[in-house]
């Protein structure tokens, strides 16, 4: 079993809808997780960083731990073209030098 | 502000030659950087985690005799792929920062080798 998981899609929305990204995971002991952007051939952009569970918004991007079930969540407001990209959940226990990634989502946001 | 810059973006080598990648923060000093590898349709997988002035420490698996890393700055790490294989072809990319919530990433590297 992957320490991360989180479907390939590819997903398409329309323009203006709410996208809802998530990532299971097996190791109780995670404490931080991020959710990143990846444009095609591109570096990772941090989006969004959690402590623990709980919720975090920023702008139209909202990120939910939910520790219990061991699933996070990463939700896009009104998505916009320019967010069609790749987003990758990642998390660990402690420490950058030990994330670990799921396989990333592709999402296509259709004008 | 802060970034972190990796050259080159692409490169294609021939098999048997040694390919280097550099990664660079831009105002900032990173003690420590890291480098990871990312075939099609996978997750980054983290190889080699790298300190200035002293010798990086390899993931399970992952080769350091192949993979040589040298930290020799606060703002330079390097990843040289030697006698590279077609099966070493792969999105390389390199982050850098002191927190997870400021790890910064470059912007990859494509290796193909024919």
């Known amino acids: 079993q992957k320490e991360v998981e989180q479907d390939p899609g590819p997903l398409s929305v329309p323009e203006g809808a709410i996208v809802s990204l998530n990532c299971t995971y097996s190791n109780s002991a995670f404490q931080y997780f991020m959710w990143y952007r990846q444009y095609s051939r591109k570096g990772p952009e941090l989006l969004m960083y959690?402590?623990?569970?709980g919720n975090k918004e920023d702008g139209r991007f909202t990120a939910q731990v939910d520790k219990s079930s061991k699933y996070i969540s990463l939700f896009i407001r009104d998505s916009q073209p320019s967010d069609s990209a790749t987003y990758l959940c990642a998390m660990s226990v402690g420490g950058a030098n030990n994330l670990f990634f799921g396989t990333g989502t592709r999402l296509t946001v259709i004008p | 502000g802060a970034v972190v810059s990796q050259h080159p973006s692409r490169v294609i080598c021939k098999s048997g030659t040694s390919v280097k990648i550099e990664c660079r923060s831009l105002d900032f000093q990173a003690t420590t950087m890291f480098w990871y590898r990312q075939f099609p349709k996978q997750s980054l997988m983290l190889m080699a985690t790298s300190n200035e002035g002293s010798k990086a420490t390899y993931e399970q698996g992952v080769e350091k005799d192949k993979f040589l890393i040298n930290h020799a700055s606060l703002t330079l790490s390097t990843l040289t792929v030697t006698s590279a294989h077609p099966e070493d072809s792969s999105f390389y990319i390199c982050?850098?920062?002191?927190?997870?919530?400021?790890?910064?990433f470059g912007s990859g590297t494509q290796l193909s080798v024919l």
């Open positions: 959690t402590y623990s569970s």
């Open positions: 982050s850098a920062g002191q927190a997870h919530e400021k790890l910064l």
